[in-house]
């Protein structure tokens, strides 16, 4: 097969359908992947754990299971009970004609949860573009425009590199030219010299992605579904017809009741926060094990990355793994805290770089057929 090449990464780049991008995303990322791989051997590529974290994505971008699970703990909640019953006491001794007082179900109808789980999902669905354009972009254009060679061509790799911005992320791609030059030399290494060249061209790869990232993963983390004042006047608004409330509820201010519904909108706050977080911090690799991201990894490093002698490599893992021989606090107890997803990611793509099961397809060959025809096919994905 053909790898994708640079007007294919533009084509895709520029769909509207944010969940149709993905998909069309996440199988290029798995081509460009399998056509890296026939050069540098079955180690697994920036773009191998690219596929994967685009096909997580698109479970936050599909919305999949978020209402569910935020409606499922939402009435299994004792804060959100318990910050509805202060409501409801306030809410008399202001006059409030409650017959059977302001309910789970009522508020539930009141809320608008949907609305955060949009904002999150547009946040990642712009972060997975973004990253796209950019580094998938430069892997198609190495793959169309360098010969495979005998040896590494140094003058090959330097006027490659020349078009790729000097300086530091975001705005500077110094971290993409060391990790396509040591891409360049790993096919012509082999054993150790290799694996540990695929693996400071995997961290420096995902240096930069995470650093360009940070924006939307904040984003997406702290989507909610409003502030106390918002909440209040739509909670009021919608129960005004059902429980008499008299109108000066909605705009006067009522020190107490303000109070109760701050606690409210913070608890709701904090469920939505954790649901969209459940969902960023899980991992699936095909179909074969599921990662929490916020665990500590586990396993060994593989026999060739357990000892690191590549100078560059070394400085790398020290300036983001503050345990670089163990996967002490690997878990990223907070995934917008930038030190903490980098410990995790570099570690993560140590032990997993010689795992074959990362090169397993995304998606079924009907489902493939389907996207490359530009429609978006039937899941479950």
Request: charged share 20%; aromatic share 10%.
């Amino acid at each position: 097969m053909t790898p994708p090449n640079v007007q294919d990464i533009y084509r895709i780049a520029e769909l509207r359908d944010p969940v149709l991008r993905n998909l069309q995303i996440t199988q290029c990322y798995s081509e460009l992947s399998h056509a890296w791989a026939e050069r540098t051997g079955f180690f697994a590529n920036w773009c191998t754990f690219a596929t994967w974290a685009s096909h997580q994505a698109g479970q936050t971008i599909r919305q999949e299971d978020l209402i569910r699970t935020f409606e499922e703990r939402f009435f299994l909640s004792a804060e959100i009970s318990a910050a509805l019953e202060d409501i409801n006491a306030k809410l008399t001794r202001l006059g409030a004609r409650l017959q059977a007082g302001l309910s789970t179900n009522s508020l539930f109808q009141a809320l608008n949860p949907v609305a955060a789980f949009a904002r999150a999902s547009d946040a990642v669905a712009r972060g997975n573009k973004k990253v796209f354009e950019e580094i998938g972009f430069e892997f198609a254009r190495f793959l169309q425009t360098f010969d495979a060679g005998n040896s590494f061509d140094r003058d090959q790799t330097a006027q490659f590199c020349a078009a790729l911005r000097p300086g530091e992320p975001p705005d500077g791609q110094r971290l993409l030219r060391e990790a396509f030059t040591a891409y360049a030399q790993a096919p012509f290494q082999a054993g150790k010299q290799k694996a540990e060249l695929m693996l400071f061209a995997n961290i420096a790869a995902g240096y930069h992605e995470q650093i360009r990232l940070q924006p939307e993963i904040a984003e997406a983390l702290n989507a909610s579904a409003g502030g106390a004042i918002e909440f209040k006047r739509n909670v009021l608004t919608h129960l005004l017809p059902l429980f008499r409330l008299p109108a000066e509820l909605l705009t006067g201010y009522t020190p107490h009741l303000d109070a109760a519904f701050k606690r409210l909108a913070a608890e709701i706050n904090h469920l939505t926060r954790e649901v969209i977080t459940e969902h960023l911090m899980t991992l699936h690799l095909s179909s074969t094990e599921v990662l929490r991201l916020g665990r500590d990894l586990s396993g060994p490093f593989p026999p060739l990355l357990v000892h690191i002698e590549n100078p560059g490599l070394v400085t790398l893992l020290a300036e983001i793994d503050p345990t670089p021989q163990n996967l002490n606090a690997t878990g990223a107890r907070d995934w917008s805290d930038f030190k903490e997803r980098m410990h995790f990611i570099g570690d993560f793509f140590r032990i997993y770089q010689q795992r074959e099961y990362l090169f397993d397809a995304p998606f079924t060959a009907p489902q493939v057929e389907i996207l490359k025809t530009g429609r978006r096919p039937e899941g479950p994905f």
